[in-house]
């Protein structure tokens, strides 16, 4: 019997558009793509001492999903288009995905302000219908895009700061370490645009993978905090899926890597 996916834990990587970077800031006035983004990013340090660039610039270059049963098992892990990481497919796969599997929740940490806004525009820019995400007809209140629509989409950072009432310094990276788990390991999300660069794109869904089953154990503890499972079901869950993860890691320096950097949660109690 084929598992119900009632939730797509996600997340994305993203890297810059040289072409578009150089053609609307430059005048194409850069000797190539990169060099544009290059200049972008240096401007954008000395102004703001980070060097990322808007997400309005940005194509996906890997997405991996979580799929989660209604008991909250993690029952699959893919990213789309592997190995090609055409960023129209992904994009495609993404939006039809969705669709095919019955329109689960997507769970995402910080989704509502990056990582959706930047799929809606790839769908936008390659051509992609998604009506039934947005949903126009209906009352606005119950479009799967409204930020309050939580059975469309959990935002763990929206849930943890009651939608931007306070800054969660740390992010994810935080959140993961709390509950013992690796966080941000070898690669981080400001080095994407150098990896993509070098052509080690595996690498990027590597960590794109790594940030989901971070995600994932953030959202179990979040059921707890929601009372939708206690303490001894989620440690269960935990177990249940480091048994998957070891059972894959022969196939998976992503899933490895994790194992090496995994730890548990201290129970206080």
Same mark, same amino acid.
């Given at each position: ?21 150089? !053609? ?38 890997? /997405?991996?999903? &979580? +799929? ?51 799929? *809606? ?25 409204? !930020?309050?629509?939580?059975? &469309?989409?959990?935002?763990?950072? *929206? ?27 070898? /690669? ?20 794109? !993978? ?23 079901? *989620? ?6 899926? +480091? ?17 090496? !950097? ?8």
């Amino acid at each position: 019997m084929t598992t119900k996916s009632r939730y797509f834990v996600f997340d994305i990587e993203t890297v810059a558009d040289g072409q578009l970077v150089n !053609r609307l800031r430059y005048g194409n006035s850069e000797p190539s793509p990169e060099a544009a983004v290059r200049r972008y990013r240096d401007e954008l340090l000395e102004k703001y001492e980070s060097d990322f660039i808007p997400y309005t610039f940005q194509v996906p270059v890997s /997405v991996a999903v &979580a +799929k989660v049963a209604e008991d909250f098992t993690l029952f699959d892990l893919v990213t789309l288009d592997e190995p090609e990481y055409r960023s129209h497919i992904i994009t495609e796969h993404f939006w039809r995905g969705w669709d095919k599997y019955g329109r689960p929740t997507f769970v995402s940490f910080n989704g509502r302000t990056f990582d959706l806004p930047l799929m *809606e525009l790839a769908a936008f820019r390659y051509g992609v219908a998604v009506p039934a995400w947005f949903n126009a007809s209906a009352r606005s209140y119950e479009q799967p895009r409204n !930020r309050f629509n939580i059975s &469309a989409h959990i935002d763990l950072q *929206e849930l943890l700061t009651n939608f931007g009432s306070t800054r969660f310094t740390g992010g994810l990276n935080l959140a993961a370490n709390l509950l013992g788990k690796p966080g941000k390991m070898d /690669v981080q999300g400001d080095m994407v645009q150098d990896l993509y660069e070098a052509g080690k794109e595996q690498e990027i869904n590597d960590y794109c !993978r790594c940030d989901v089953l971070d995600t994932y154990f953030v959202f179990l503890r979040t059921r707890v905090l929601l009372g939708e499972i206690n303490l001894e079901e *989620e440690q269960q869950l935990i177990a249940k899926t +480091k048994g998957w993860l070891e059972e894959q890691a022969s196939e998976s320096e992503a899933y490895r890597l994790y194992l090496e !950097r995994w730890g548990d949660w201290q129970d206080p109690w």
